[in-house]
């Protein structure tokens, strides 16, 4: 990333600035400062020098404008579910959308409109009365911006594709203030680099999504397994990829057991693997799948629940709360074989490794790609992998700060293990890999495009606390 000397304006700089926008300006030792610098990673905890809470896209233009004349960094907030808090910047300023958050929805067009700001929760809970929906993420707290522009996988890709390819047209401020449009037909190349490129060219203030009748039912499925029996499972699991009907969304999980009322006393705290999926549907029609799923491994527990859309799209908020300490790391796989499936089985314990506490271990998931992802042409979006059988993700969860270093290091020999399996990784996965990392989510082609766009709509590379591409020209 960049490194700039942020120039701390004075008052009366601020007071204009309060006098432009509609939304509020904050300032260190303000009255819901702290609350608004705060993000869901816990470990992080920096300070702006401004905080910019937005209402209108002139709001966003204003602010861009402010930083750019200040020399402030730039930091973008919607969810703020980044693991590294990017859109945080020390000493600089936070374009904060948050109160941009108002979706409008047309049934009869098949169209919802979604502000920046908006979590993911607004969008399903407008469209879904009308039996309406498109793909949008697994935790209904996280932000649509972040999500959408770095892909947007959720319960629907397979059925539907990513939540970037269901986007008809972007409004976004560029690096220059610039309210602007991207769409098929209106900078179309913009409209190419936004579907997968981050939020590398701008900030988005509205998305048009085209919406898609898919009910309001679906059926959850998780067999669990002690570690010792789940390779076998596993196996038959992995059958099931390359034919599962495009409504189901295969999914696998290695942690240590909750307190979860479906799982008996005896099991709590101990290791176990699950292998199941999520379909968005009939319940009936999906409980077609569940046979073939059960086939030569008697789980410990079987969880076979029917929920609405709406309680699938919420069931692992839980997990996901906002003030615990996290890092993750994600790869994606075209195949998972052997030796995947062991290493995915270990969570990143080898052999000498001694008996750890399981409760200390991260866990992690896989979750099936393919269907309607893979159906679109890897050149026609900026999203890459589309060739991806699964995407894993190892998540390190804790709450005392003294064991940052040990939790981190576990999070990391468990993407290690998986590792020599990996073929990319997803943008909106990366952590701290740096520009090691946006290279093997795009590719070489890929990204030598993706910087083409770049220097045309922010040649002085003014939003790059992302997972940064840089303009094409040298030294930017």
């Known amino acids: 990333m960049d490194e700039r000397q942020a120039g701390v304006p004075d008052g009366r700089d601020v007071a204009r600035l309060r006098g432009v926008l509609e939304g509020r300006v904050l300032l260190p030792g303000e009255d819901a400062y702290d609350q608004a610098r705060r993000v869901w990673n816990a470990m992080v905890d920096r300070r702006p020098a401004v905080i910019a809470r937005c209402a209108s896209p002139a709001d966003v233009a204003a602010a861009v404008s402010f930083g750019r004349e200040h020399d402030l960094e730039l930091g973008v907030r919607c969810g703020g579910h980044s693991v590294l808090g990017i859109s945080v910047p020390a000493g600089g300023l936070m374009v904060d959308l948050t109160p941009m958050q108002a979706v409008r929805v047309d049934p009869e067009r098949g169209r919802a409109w979604v502000q920046g700001g908006s979590r993911l929760h607004n969008l399903d809970r407008a469209t879904q009365p009308f039996g309406l929906a498109t793909t949008a993420g697994n935790v209904s707290h996280t932000g649509v911006g972040g999500l959408t522009l770095g892909g947007g996988m959720g319960w629907l890709a397979r059925w539907l594709g990513l939540a970037c390819d269901n986007v008809a047209r972007f409004e976004l401020v560029t690096a220059d203030g610039e309210v602007m449009h991207a769409s098929e037909t209106e900078n179309p190349d913009l409209y190419w680099g936004l579907r997968g490129g981050g939020g590398n060219f701008g900030v988005v203030t509205e998305f048009e999504?085209?919406?898609?009748?898919?009910?309001?039912?679906?059926?959850?499925?998780?067999?669990?397994?002690?570690?010792?029996?789940?390779?076998?499972?596993?196996?038959?699991?992995?059958?099931?990829?390359p034919d599962a009907p495009r409504q189901a969304t295969l999914t696998a999980w290695a942690g240590t057991g909750g307190e979860a009322p479906f799982l008996p006393p005896e099991l709590h705290g101990r290791p176990l693997i699950n292998v199941g999926y999520v379909w968005v549907g009939d319940p009936e029609e999906g409980r077609a799948l569940l046979p073939a799923l059960r086939d030569g491994a008697v789980p410990l527990v079987e969880r076979v629940e029917e929920l609405t859309y709406l309680e699938v799209q919420t069931m692992d908020d839980h997990k996901h709360e906002h003030g615990w300490r996290r890092y993750w790391k994600g790869h994606y796989l075209r195949e998972?074989?052997?030796?995947?499936?062991?290493?995915?089985?270990?969570?990143?314990?080898?052999?000498?490794?001694?008996?750890?506490d399981p409760a200390s271990l991260p866990s992690a998931t896989l979750q099936a790609y393919g269907g309607a992802i893979g159906a679109i042409g890897d050149d026609d979006t900026a999203f890459a992998q589309r060739g991806t059988l699964v995407e894993f993700v190892a998540d390190a969860v804790w709450t005392?700060?003294?064991?940052?270093?040990?939790?981190?290091?576990?999070?990391?020999?468990?993407?290690?293990?998986?590792?020599?399996?990996?073929?990319?990784?997803?943008?909106?996965?990366?952590?701290?890999?740096?520009?090691?990392?946006?290279?093997?989510?795009?590719?070489?082609?890929?990204?030598?495009?993706?910087?083409a766009v770049k220097e045309r709509y922010d040649p002085d590379n003014i939003f790059h606390l992302n997972h940064n591409i840089r303009p094409r020209r040298p030294g930017a």
Do not use: C
């Open 209 to 241: 999504f085209r919406l898609h009748p898919v009910g309001t039912a679906a059926l959850l499925v998780e067999l669990y397994h002690a570690p010792d029996h789940a390779p076998a499972a596993l196996r038959r699991w992995r059958d099931l990829l």
């Open 336 to 356: 998972f074989g052997d030796g995947a499936i062991d290493a995915f089985v270990s969570r990143g314990v080898g052999r000498g490794d001694g008996d750890p």
């Open 400 to 451: 005392d700060p003294a064991t940052d270093e040990s939790r981190i290091a576990a999070a990391r020999r468990y993407g290690a293990a998986i590792e020599p399996f990996a073929s990319g990784v997803y943008v909106n996965s990366l952590a701290d890999e740096g520009e090691a990392g946006t290279r093997r989510a795009y590719g070489s082609d890929k990204l030598a495009r993706l910087a």
